[in-house]
């Protein structure tokens, strides 16, 4: 299961029971948020795999269909190749599976979102910047005790403010810590999402 994803491993440079999951979006690699996972966490290990699925030359987590529209059956494999990878990464690195922290940016936050609501026990936390809702979970998870950030782009071309309010009700609805900041920004990543998670990620 471990090398079922191209990754790349970066322990703390002290001996650290958190671990953040570094997803990138479309196009990314396991090196494009790497230097941002560093800034916000300088003292959390860092794990960053690639997506396996391919859309022409470029990396994703999932299949769609067309922009906005996904494969559902997709994500269903794929969040489970995901949490399988987790357990078989937190064995060989030896790291602690119970505080595993998502951070991801489009469609890395829609595969963390999916990995939260389909494999509850996965993650502790995610913090979703510029997330779609990727599906409606056949049974609401048991989300008591998680947390979540979503950052959303209030000019985003993307992802409609419907689809924000509902992603923001799934987790709610199932019991996580819901944290929602609408920046006045488009689909980019900003310094200002970075700040926001900073902050979120020190008061977990």
Do not use: C
Not at 169 to 191: I, M, W, Y
Request: no cysteine.
């Amino acid at each position: 299961m471990l090398s079922d994803f191209v990754h790349i491993y970066q322990p703390a440079p002290k001996p650290s029971t958190t671990t953040l999951l570094l997803l990138h979006g479309t196009g990314g690699n396991e090196q494009s948020l790497l230097d941002v996972g560093r800034e916000l966490a300088p003292h959390a290990n860092l794990l960053s795999p690639r997506g396996r699925v391919l859309e022409g030359s470029m990396p994703r987590f999932f299949r769609r269909i067309s922009e906005g529209v996904f494969d559902e059956h997709d994500i269903k494999i794929r969040a489970a190749e995901l949490a399988a990878f987790l357990t078989a990464a937190a064995a060989h690195y030896k790291f602690t599976d119970s505080n595993i922290i998502a951070v991801g940016f489009s469609n890395g936050a829609n595969i963390a979102a999916a990995l939260m609501l389909l494999h509850p026990q996965s993650l502790r936390a995610a913090a979703l910047w510029r997330a779609m809702v990727p599906l409606v979970p056949p049974q609401t998870p048991d989300l008591k005790g998680k947390s979540v950030l979503i950052t959303s782009g209030e000019y985003d071309g993307m992802v409609t403010p419907l689809n924000r309010q509902l992603l923001a009700s799934l987790f709610k609805s199932a019991g996580a810590k819901v944290q929602t900041e609408l920046l006045p920004v488009g689909h980019n990543l900003t310094q200002n999402d970075l700040a926001k998670t900073g902050r979120w990620l020190k008061d977990l």
